[in-house]
């Protein structure tokens, strides 16, 4: 092979691995939109104010936006939302028990499934887990 057709083959080569390291990276960094799921769900809130104790839902896809912009990193648990009744930044994410209709925080009952209603004691987890047994 004569020099100018080795220089030939392997500018081809040289341009060829660029195409494919760019449709590489562009597949790996596309935007992946995990909000679309949450279009037309919602999700309850409990004031955790001992002066009002509103209960409240919101949209899921608020929620996830909210925490995604106002999170600590440092910090294990979510950013307080502020009360739609006493306007106070001390609502969270709660559970609304289907058998009772109680609202309350997840882990209401230390050591037990997330979902147990501190009233009622009911848990949808505890329920779904005997059906598949």
């Known amino acids: ?13 040289i ?6 390291s760019g449709v ?5 960094n596309k935007t992946i939109d995990v909000f679309s799921s949450m279009e037309g769900k919602t999700m309850w809130m409990l004031c955790c104010n ?3 104790r509103a209960s409240f839902e919101i949209p899921q896809k608020d929620y996830f936006e909210f925490q ?9 648990g979510a950013a307080p939302m502020i009360c739609e009744k006493c306007k106070e930044k001390s609502a969270f994410a709660a559970e609304k028990c289907p058998e ?13 499934f997330a979902d147990r209603c501190p ?13 598949g047994q």
């Open 1 to 13: 092979m004569d020099f100018m057709k080795k220089k030939w083959v392997m500018t081809v080569i």
């Open 15 to 20: 341009i060829g691995c660029f195409a494919v």
């Open 24 to 28: 590489i990276y562009y597949h790996n």
């Open 50 to 52: 001992s002066k009002c």
């Open 68 to 76: 995604k912009e106002n999170s600590n990193p440092a910090s294990l």
């Open 100 to 112: 009772c209709g109680n609202v309350f925080l997840p882990n209401s009952i230390t050591g037990d």
């Open 119 to 131: 009233e009622c004691k009911y848990s949808q987890t505890q329920e779904s887990r005997k059906k």
